[in-house]
T-cell receptor
């Protein structure tokens, strides 16, 4: 398996633009997580899905952020409009309840810079 | 709520030195505990885990013992190598709504190993 695949790896955009980050989880995994990593705040859970259903989005910073999982093999995290304080590395991770739901496999991350 | 506290870094050691990275947690119930490692430019990888009190997780020469009485899960390695230079994250799991689990991470401890 190719692991969790995220795109783009790097994104530089201007304030006010829409940003869409994409994630393909490992085939067969039931849960998908979006985390944000910054120097100031560390790793923050933004939202997670079980069987494509959003379970907890309490970590989503504000209405400018939205996440979808239309099917078991794809998820998006959208920021509209983007702001400089959104600059961070965004990680997607997935896990399988069958093999130990606590073991997350992370993607390589999408580094977002908002100018 | 659940939380994880790690010692602040960076921790700088000479090759073959003994490593300890402290981790304590606050949680309701009986969480599982984890150490993840992040190498530069990569996502997090599971290093080891323990699912109940007194369990010892081990991998690649690293060890950590789940101590319920002190709510701790300190990471140790007897002889570090330059290749161990990375950021280490302590984490605990919490049962999520609707099945599955989510991880709460500490802030991470950067380890630098020098020749």
């Amino acid at each position: 398996d190719a692991g969790v695949i995220q795109s783009p790896r790097h994104e530089v955009t201007e304030m006010g633009q829409e940003v869409t980050l994409r994630c393909k989880p490992i085939s067969g995994h039931n849960s998908l997580f979006w985390y944000r990593q910054t120097m100031m705040r560390g790793l923050e859970l933004l939202i997670y899905f079980n069987n494509n259903v959003p379970i907890d989005d309490s970590g989503m910073p504000e209405d400018r952020f939205s996440a979808k999982m239309p099917n078991a093999s794809f998820s998006t995290l959208k920021i509209q409009p983007s702001e400089p304080r959104d600059s961070a590395v965004y990680f997607c991770a997935s896990s399988s309840w069958a093999s130990g739901a606590n073991v997350l496999t992370f993607g390589a991350g999408s580094r977002l810079t908002v100018l | 709520g659940d939380s994880v506290t790690q010692m602040e870094g960076p921790v700088t050691l000479s090759e073959e030195a003994f490593l300890t990275i402290n981790c304590t947690y606050t949680a309701t119930g009986y969480p599982s505990l984890f150490w993840y490692v992040q190498y530069p430019g990569e996502g997090l990888q599971l290093l080891l885990k323990a699912t109940k009190a007194d369990d010892k997780g081990s991998n690649k020469g690293f060890e950590a013992t789940y101590r319920k009485e002190t709510t701790s899960f300190h990471l140790e390695k007897g002889s570090v190598q330059v290749s161990d230079s990375a950021v280490y994250f302590c984490a605990l799991s919490a049962a999520g709504r609707g099945g599955g689990n989510k991880l709460t991470f500490g802030t991470g401890t950067q380890l630098k190993v020098e020749l």
